[in-house]
C-alpha cells in the first residue's frame, strides 16, 4: 500500500510539471513547430522551407452542395478567428479575380472537376484524392510567400466520416503555413489520430509562432531553429505559452458554437 501510494505521488508530479503541460515545453513546441511548418504531407521535400502569407487574404466562397448560408457562417468564424491569433487580414471577396484564397463546397461525385477547376489535373494529386476527405492546395513565389490557395470540401462526404466541421477548421489552417500533419505533435489538429476538432491549445502557439516577426519567409530548418528561441522569449513574455489554453478560445468556432 505504501510503495503503491508512493508511485501514485511520483506519477502526479511526472504528470503535472509544476502545472505545465507537455506542448508548454519549450523544447516540444519547437520540435513541433519544425514537424508541422517544414516538412510536407504526400511531397518528398529535401529542403523544405518556412512559407506564410506577406498579403491580406481574400476569400472566394463557393458552395453547390448542402446549407450555403451555415458553410459561411462557419467559414467565416473560423477565418476571423485565425486572424485574431495570427495578425492577418482575412476578409471575403465576391469577385474570384480579387482573391487569393478559393473555399468550395461541393459534393463528392462533382470532387474531381471542382480540382480540375481550381487545382489542376486530378492525376497529378491522385494519392490525396484517394486518401484525404478534403483538399487542400496552396503556391508560393520564389520568396516562399503564400499568394494562392484552394479548399475543397465534398460536403457529404465529409458528413459521413465525421468531418465536416474538421475540413473546415483545418484545411485553412494549414494553407496559412503549417501544411503537414504528424501524429507525433499533440494535442493538435494536425495529428491524424487525434480527436481534436477545434484548433488546440499547441496549434494557436503554433500559429502565433508562425507569424513572429523573428522569422521570415524562405527560412530552412537550421536557421528556423536557430532563430526558434527568440519566438519562445517573445512568447514567454505576451504569456501565451502559459495563458494558451485560455486565449484559444477567444473567437473561436468552439466558442462560437457553445461546443
Given at each position: 500500500m505504501?510503495?503503491?501510494s508512493?508511485?501514485?505521488?511520483?506519477?502526479?508530479?511526472?504528470?503535472c510539471?509544476?502545472?505545465?503541460?507537455?506542448?508548454?515545453?519549450?523544447?516540444?513546441?519547437?520540435?513541433?513547430?519544425?514537424?508541422?511548418?517544414?516538412?510536407?504531407?504526400?511531397?518528398?521535400?529535401?529542403?523544405?522551407?518556412?512559407?506564410?502569407?506577406?498579403?491580406?487574404i481574400?476569400?472566394?466562397?463557393?458552395?453547390?452542395?448542402g446549407?450555403?448560408?451555415?458553410?459561411?457562417?462557419?467559414?467565416?468564424?473560423?477565418?476571423?478567428?485565425?486572424?485574431?491569433?495570427?495578425?492577418?487580414?482575412?476578409?471575403?471577396?465576391?469577385?474570384?479575380?480579387?482573391?487569393?484564397i478559393?473555399?468550395?463546397?461541393?459534393?463528392?461525385d462533382?470532387?474531381?472537376?471542382?480540382?480540375?477547376q481550381?487545382?489542376?489535373?486530378?492525376e497529378?494529386?491522385?494519392?490525396?484524392?484517394?486518401?484525404?476527405i478534403?483538399?487542400?492546395?496552396?503556391?508560393?513565389?520564389?520568396?516562399?510567400e503564400i499568394?494562392?490557395?484552394?479548399?475543397?470540401?465534398?460536403?457529404?462526404?465529409?458528413?459521413?466520416k465525421?468531418?465536416?466541421?474538421?475540413?473546415?477548421?483545418?484545411?485553412?489552417?494549414?494553407?496559412?503555413?503549417?501544411?503537414n500533419?504528424?501524429?507525433?505533435?499533440?494535442?493538435?489538429?494536425?495529428?491524424?489520430?487525434?480527436?481534436?476538432?477545434?484548433?488546440?491549445?499547441?496549434?494557436?502557439?503554433?500559429?502565433?509562432?508562425?507569424?513572429?516577426?523573428?522569422?521570415?519567409?524562405?527560412?530552412?530548418?537550421?536557421?528556423?531553429?536557430?532563430?526558434?528561441?527568440?519566438?519562445?522569449?517573445?512568447?514567454?513574455?505576451?504569456?501565451?505559452?502559459?495563458?494558451?489554453?485560455?486565449?484559444?478560445?477567444?473567437?473561436?468556432?468552439?466558442?462560437?458554437?457553445?461546443?
Amino acid at each position: 500500500m505504501i510503495r503503491y501510494s508512493l508511485f501514485l505521488f511520483a506519477f502526479f508530479i511526472a504528470s503535472c510539471s509544476f502545472g505545465q503541460a507537455r506542448w508548454q515545453d519549450d523544447a516540444y513546441l519547437q520540435e513541433s513547430f519544425i514537424k508541422i511548418a517544414l516538412e510536407r504531407e504526400y511531397k518528398e521535400t529535401k529542403h523544405p522551407k518556412l512559407i506564410r502569407w506577406n498579403t491580406p487574404i481574400k476569400l472566394f466562397f463557393e458552395s453547390d452542395g448542402g446549407d450555403a448560408s451555415l458553410q459561411k457562417e462557419l467559414l467565416s468564424v473560423h477565418a476571423q478567428h485565425l486572424a485574431h491569433i495570427t495578425g492577418l487580414s482575412i476578409d471575403f471577396t465576391k469577385e474570384p479575380k480579387d482573391a487569393n484564397i478559393f473555399v468550395i463546397f461541393t459534393t463528392y461525385d462533382n470532387l474531381e472537376n471542382k480540382v480540375r477547376q481550381y487545382i489542376g489535373d486530378p492525376e497529378k494529386i491522385r494519392a490525396a484524392l484517394d486518401e484525404a476527405i478534403c483538399l487542400g492546395n496552396f503556391r508560393h513565389n520564389k520568396q516562399y510567400e503564400i499568394t494562392r490557395g484552394s479548399i475543397i470540401i465534398p460536403v457529404d462526404h465529409a458528413r459521413r466520416k465525421a468531418r465536416f466541421l474538421d475540413c473546415i477548421i483545418e484545411e485553412i489552417t494549414q494553407l496559412l503555413g503549417l501544411p503537414n500533419d504528424s501524429n507525433e505533435v499533440f494535442p493538435s489538429i494536425f495529428n491524424d489520430v487525434s480527436i481534436d476538432t477545434y484548433l488546440s491549445p499547441l496549434d494557436y502557439l503554433l500559429l502565433k509562432a508562425l507569424y513572429s516577426p523573428r522569422l521570415t519567409p524562405g527560412m530552412n530548418v537550421q536557421q528556423t531553429r536557430a532563430a526558434f528561441p527568440g519566438v519562445l522569449t517573445d512568447l514567454h513574455a505576451n504569456q501565451d505559452i502559459e495563458n494558451a489554453a485560455q486565449r484559444v478560445q477567444k473567437y473561436s468556432l468552439k466558442t462560437h458554437l457553445g461546443d
